[in-house]
C-alpha cells in the first residue's frame, strides 16, 4: 500500500529498499516482438478494434518527445488538447 497502513498489505516504502534495482532478462522475459498491450479503436467508422502493440512500439514515444515536442528532462511540456484515446496510459 502506498501512503498508508493497512492491517494484511505489504507498505511500499517498507517493502521497496528490499528490491535490486538490476533487473535480471530470462530466456523468456517478454520484449521486442512480444505483445505489450491493446487499445480499443475508437470506432469511428465501424466496430471498435483491437490495436496490437508490442514491446517496441514505446520507442516511437520516446523519439517523439525528445524530438519533435523538444521535452527536457527538467523542462514543462505544455499541451493544449485532448490527450487522446491512447495517449493518457503513459502518465499525465
Known amino acids: 500500500l502506498v501512503g498508508g497502513e493497512r492491517e494484511g498489505w505489504h507498505n511500499f516504502d517498507e517493502e521497496f529498499p528490499l ?3 538490476h533487473f535480471y532478462r530470462t ?4 520484449c521486442g516482438d512480444d505483445l505489450m498491450l491493446m487499445f480499443f479503436t475508437s470506432g469511428t467508422t ?3 478494434k483491437i490495436a ?4 517496441k512500439y514505446a520507442l516511437g514515444h520516446y523519439v517523439t ?3 519533435w515536442h ?7 511540456h505544455f499541451t493544449i488538447s485532448e490527450t487522446g ?3 493518457a496510459l503513459w502518465g499525465k
Do not use: I, M, R
Not at 27 to 30: F, G, I, K, L, N
Not at 52 to 55: D, G, K, L, P, T
Not at 70 to 76: K, M, P, R, S, T
Open 27 to 30: 530466456e523468456d522475459t517478454a
Open 19 to 21: 528490491f535490486s534495482a
Open 85 to 87: 484515446w491512447g495517449k
Open 65 to 67: 518527445a525528445k524530438y
Open 52 to 55: 496490437a502493440h508490442n514491446y
Open 46 to 48: 465501424g466496430y471498435p
Open 70 to 76: 523538444g521535452v527536457d528532462e527538467n523542462g514543462l
